[in-house]
């Protein structure tokens, strides 16, 4: 039967008690209160002292071995020096840090797994993948990353600073940039001189969520190889102006045509086919306004549109566009209005400007509805000119308000056809002309595009238009 700590405890104490009166009777002592306190204080003091050594060193024992297990060293148990409750304590923490080395086996080997599952995919994948610390260096870099940085494939880079790897040059610069950024996300194209050959890559970047809330645990760099993807839309757009050009010219004599028979110039005809040859008049207006814009896009975007500035009356343009284009309107009874300054004049090029009011009078037209209004209107503000375009359609959703003005943008569940590039070539026209066109809009309540310049534009010597009025 084990003696437990309290049992020790009452035995020493009556130890202490019955000791001295034992050697009072045997006379081994001389009784009177001085020697027998002394005798008292001394037994007190000796059973005290091995009473609480005995307690201090399991107690040391366990500390020690605590300490072990809390940095990870589960090798060392708490040695037990007695056989009571401190010892159940000693053998139930060596069961406890016996568990505890069993879980962090496993959780080491399941990272492991995991970690070379990882590298497996990495390395499998098409794209450059790096792997970075919430401080920049690198944890795990596969091949084709290896390769876009300019490292040998067998070179160490686990535990250097990732932008300390490219040499200078476009791809350092972007590595630069996507690690120094806040935002979450980043991306950007830079083209890359491989050993073989001339590559394009997206190099974008992404922050690696923690497991729980908190700050992200590090920055994952993607390079992904964006040369087939330029190659098939420089194909893609090649096709669509060869198309466009050898549509252009039949339809343009087509038209020529029925502009002709109009006019009964080739004989007369009757009131119906007059009416049908309108019809088709107006068709193939529309066809040849989507072949121009698809061919003057592609120029605007290669930056191949010459700028020709002379003296131009805006609220002349818009009138003699709208009069164009009336035709368009009638079968839907639009009316058509012009507001604002009678007369402004500015230095432009007269083709443009006419092309971005024709592309923007032709869009409220297919948005709005029977007997609806649109309205264009012109105005001066601080040496700019400001005109808009208004209609009463059904608006436009905001979170579309900037997406309308990309290549192809067209607001969800429109449907009114066209090849969605005409607020596309307005804004490079309006760009041109060193200003910006916006989108205003409440749902239900039509729409309202506005665009604004410089009124003295001019160019300089190296033939790049410049506001004069800013100088």
Known sequence: MKIKIFHKFVAVTALVFVLPVALLQLRVISPGPLGTFLMFLALLLV???????????????LIRAAGCVSAGDFSRGAEA??????????????????????????QLETLRQEQKTTEAVLL????????????????LANRKARSVLGLAAEAPVEGRMLSELPPAG?????????????????SREIEVELEHSRRFFTCSTSQIPA???????GRL???????LDRELARIKDEFRQSITHDLRNPVGAIKGFVEFMIKEIPGPVNESQKNMLASIDRALFRLIGMINNILDEAKMAAGRVDVNLAPVDLREIAVRVIRLMESLGQRKHIKFEVEGAERLIVNADSGLVERIFTNLIGNAIKFTPDSGVITAGISEDNGKALVWVRDTGDG???????????????????????TGLGLTICRYAVAAHLGKIWAESEPGKG?????????????DEAGRIVDKGAA
Not at 47 to 61: D, M, Q, V
Not at 179 to 186: D, F, M, N, Q
Not at 211 to 217: D, E, L, T
């Open 81 to 106: 020096a007695s056989s009571d409750e401190l010892g159940d304590l000693c053998g139930a923490f060596n069961r406890m840090a016996g568990q505890l080395k069993k879980y962090s086996d496993m």
């Open 211 to 217: 497991p729980g809330p908190g700050v992200p645990s």
């Open 447 to 459: 729409a309202k595009f506005i665009f604004s310049f410089p009124k003295d534009l001019a160019k």
């Open 221 to 227: 760099v993607v390079f992904h190889d964006a040369t």
């Open 47 to 61: 059973s005290a002292w091995i009473f609480s050594r005995s307690l201090l060193k399991t107690i040391n024992g």
């Open 396 to 418: 436009i959703p905001s979170e579309y308000l900037e997406k309308i003005f990309e290549k192809f943008g067209q607001a969800s569940g429109q449907k009114a056809g066209g």
């Open 124 to 139: 499998a994948a098409e794209d450059g993948m790096v792997i970075t610390d919430t401080e920049g260096r690198v944890r």
């Open 170 to 186: 476009p791809v350092r610069e972007a590595v630069l940039e996507a690690l120094g950024g806040r935002r979450e996300k980043r």
